[in-house]
């Protein structure tokens, strides 16, 4: 089993619609990321969040500890945010180290 | 803005070579990381650098060796090139602790024939 697991693994939405991707982990962790991979390869930081919620624009990015869950909202969802979005959690506080998700591809229709 | 630039974004190489990918940062950052990315396995890490000639073995070491000479440079070496090394390869900086993010190259694909 996954240390972090996605959900759901592909995701095809028509633009306007409002998008859920959704990560659980099974480890006591530090902090949690959320990331995006656009086609060819980079990757960049949307959020680092240890508790509550963030926003930034059309995303928002909230964190349950208790339950081990995070959820990353895009609302009025653009075809240009078609990406993978990759979950990272940190695990304790004693490494700098990520563990991985397998990503969620989410592809978004005009 | 933090820049980690890898030396190549697509890389064609047969069986036997020895292979060196570069990554430079110019932030000043003490961590440095290896990853590789497969369809449906998501980014393994291969080895991890906290400061300069320091390094750490990731999940995924076997067939690769690292070199940290210089603390904005990580060189990831495959010592004698396999098809299954055939990959992405991601690099990625960050400050030390749990407040900082990591910070990712644009990504080198690795062919081996």
């Known amino acids: 089993k996954n240390e972090v697991e996605q959900s759901p693994q592909n995701l095809t939405a028509q633009e306007g619609e409002f998008i859920t991707i959704n990560c659980s982990y099974s480890?006591?962790?530090?902090?949690l990321h959320w990331l995006q991979q656009h086609p060819g390869g980079g990757i960049v930081s949307l959020f680092m969040l240890s508790s509550g919620k963030k926003k930034h624009g059309r995303l928002i990015a909230t964190i349950n500890i208790q339950e081990k869950h995070s959820s990353l909202h895009i609302t009025a969802s653009h075809p240009r945010d078609s990406a993978v979005y990759i979950c990272a959690v940190r695990e304790g506080i004693g490494t700098d180290k990520l563990i991985f998700g397998t990503g969620t591809r989410l592809q978004v229709f005009p | 803005d933090v820049k980690v630039t890898q030396s190549s974004r697509y890389l064609v190489k047969r069986t036997g070579e020895k292979v060196f990918l570069e990554c430079v940062q110019d932030?000043?950052?003490?961590?440095m990381f290896w990853y590789r990315q497969d369809p449906g396995l998501g980014l393994r890490l291969i080895y991890f650098?906290?400061?300069?000639?320091?390094?750490e073995k990731g999940d995924i070491p076997e067939g690769y060796s690292v070199s940290r000479e210089k603390k904005e440079r990580f060189s990831l070496i495959l010592e004698s090139a396999s098809t299954n090394q055939t990959s992405m390869y991601l690099c990625?900086?960050?400050?030390?602790?749990?407040?900082?993010?990591?910070?990712f190259g644009p990504g080198t694909r690795l062919t081996v024939t």
């Open positions: 990625a900086s960050s400050r030390r602790g749990v407040l900082y993010e990591q910070y």
């Open positions: 650098s906290y400061d300069v000639k320091m390094k």
């Open positions: 480890v006591g962790i530090s902090a």
């Open positions: 932030m000043d950052h003490e961590n």
